[in-house]
């Protein structure tokens, strides 16, 4: 009776110890993607990501490394879904993929100021108040950051609506989470944050409050005037990631409703004097020159759902002169590829362990003895 039922034992537990094998394989190899894909690929990717030297002349240049350098992080358009829009799927992913690639570049580039210029909410315009609640404490919990680090928003037309739809209550529910400073100076560089939105009204350029308060602003940086670069929420007039000549560029956007009017852009560009001006809104990156002397640089959506390549800029900046250089983020097709080849992996490794498939290393081994024998 002993023996029959050791034998039975060992007849019963091979193909179990034969499936357990199986399914460790298989956890292994799922568990290995899933930390490359969800979590290690955003190190990979970000660690190639410098920030950009600063260029001393030749004459003052000894003076230029002596200047105090800030760190600034710029990132546009996240959009985060709400309530209405959206599947809760695409949510959770697009969300996970930016709490990462924010908390990762965090942690590796060590900003000292981060910008996000504009619609951080895809449905900010039309939420309720408990939306916006909860909209924001997932905001909160993304892009969680140091006391010391700090992070300024601009509202956009996303956050707040376009300027027919804004009220007074959107903009001091924004407000009172982001606050409404226009000027922020640190290390002695003056930032000018200025959401486009508010300057547009019906039949005018740029409505009488706002104007004011741009009036206001310019005479406070008259008083310590220093080269200061703009960062507003705006609309730059170009598309795509390289942007054609003034002459040759078609502009895809209505004046006055997608874009500043011309004469808002002059007078912002004569009250403010900027050296550079960063904007958002378009999702893709693109460099115009206004009057052939201020750049303005579009900044790229921060956000998968809008982008299968999302980026930032990363700008070391001086009161004196800046240097900007464009972050990449993983890229959501090469995600989508490892994901397919696990996939097929996962397949053959299951069926070879069945005998359904020959396994790739036999066959080499079959083959390789045929042809030790002749």
């Excluded at 660690?47 to 546009?76: H, I, N, S, Y």
């Excluded at 406070?220 to 170009?238: G, V």
């Excluded at 942007?243 to 011309?262: C, G, H, M, Q, T």
């Amino acid at each position: 009776m002993a023996r029959i039922g050791l034998g039975f034992g060992r007849w019963n537990f091979h193909p179990l110890k034969r499936k357990s094998s199986l399914l460790l394989k298989l956890i292994a190899v799922v568990f290995a993607v899933l930390l490359f894909c969800e979590f290690l690929i955003y190190y990979l990717v970000i660690f190639q990501c410098k920030w950009p030297e600063m260029k001393p002349t030749a004459d003052d240049g000894e003076q230029a490394t002596r200047e105090p350098v800030l760190k600034a992080m710029f990132l546009a358009d996240t959009h985060l879904l709400g309530e209405f829009l959206g599947h809760w799927l695409d949510k959770l992913r697009r969300e996970w993929q930016m709490e990462r690639a924010f908390q990762t570049a965090l942690w590796l580039l060590q900003p000292e100021v981060i910008f996000i210029l504009g619609d951080v909410f895809d449905e900010g315009k039309w939420s309720t108040p408990e939306a916006w609640a909860d909209d924001m404490a997932r905001f909160q919990k993304m892009f969680r950051h140091p006391s010391h680090v700090q992070l300024k928003v601009v509202a956009g037309n996303h956050d707040i609506g376009f300027h027919y739809e804004m009220n007074i209550y959107k903009v001091k529910r924004f407000e009172k989470v982001f606050s409404s400073e226009r000027l922020f100076s640190w290390k002695g560089i003056n930032f000018v944050m200025v959401n486009s939105v508010a300057l547009k009204g019906d039949g005018c350029g740029i409505c009488s409050e706002a104007e004011a308060e741009l009036i206001e602003v310019s005479h406070r940086l008259n008083c310590s005037r220093e080269h200061y670069p703009l960062y507003r929420r705006s609309d730059a007039n170009c598309s795509g990631e390289d942007a054609a000549p003034p002459e040759e560029r078609n502009i895809p956007f209505k004046e006055n409703y997608d874009v500043l009017s011309r004469e808002a852009s002059q007078k912002l560009l004569w009250w403010l004097q900027p050296r550079l001006v960063l904007s958002g809104h378009t999702h893709s990156a693109c460099e115009v020159h206004h009057e052939g002397r201020v750049p303005e640089l579009s900044v790229p959506s921060f956000s998968w759902r809008n982008r299968n390549n999302p980026s930032f800029i990363m700008g070391s900046i001086t009161p004196t002169d800046y240097a900007l250089s464009k972050c990449y983020l993983p890229r959501e097709h090469v995600v989508l590829i490892i994901y397919c080849g696990a996939v097929g992996f996962l397949m053959v490794l299951t069926l070879t362990h069945f005998g359904l498939l020959a396994s790739p290393f036999l066959s080499g081994l079959n083959l390789l003895r045929k042809h030790k024998t002749r």
